[in-house]
């Protein structure tokens, strides 16, 4: 684990996901209908859980030519399901 990653507050630099990444993201974004989002990279903050910061490429179902990029804030308790903050368009 990378000394950034340990450090409570603090935001890691974008990288690629690790298959914890993705499923942190898989769970929190089941169900969610309306936009399909896959990840490209991820930020993650060490708080009492984790904040994942998920830059994803976004598209209508249905309209994979429509796409633009968006950020998907999930938050993972210690304990519980991970949880979707926010999603912003950038």
């Known amino acids: ?5 340990l450090l409570a ?5 974008y990288h690629a996901l690790t298959p914890e990444d993705q499923n942190v993201f898989n769970e929190a974004i089941h169900g969610f209908v309306g936009v399909n ?7 993650t903050q060490l708080v009492n859980g984790k904040n994942y910061r998920y830059k994803c490429l976004a598209s209508l179902p249905g309209a994979s030519q429509v796409v633009w990029e968006a950020v998907v804030e999930i938050y993972a308790p210690i304990e519980g399901k991970p949880h979707i903050v926010s999603i912003h368009k950038i």
């Open 1 to 5: 684990m990378a000394t950034q990653e």
């Open 37 to 43: 989002y896959k990840p490209q990279e991820v930020s």
């Open 9 to 13: 507050g603090g935001w890691t630099k």
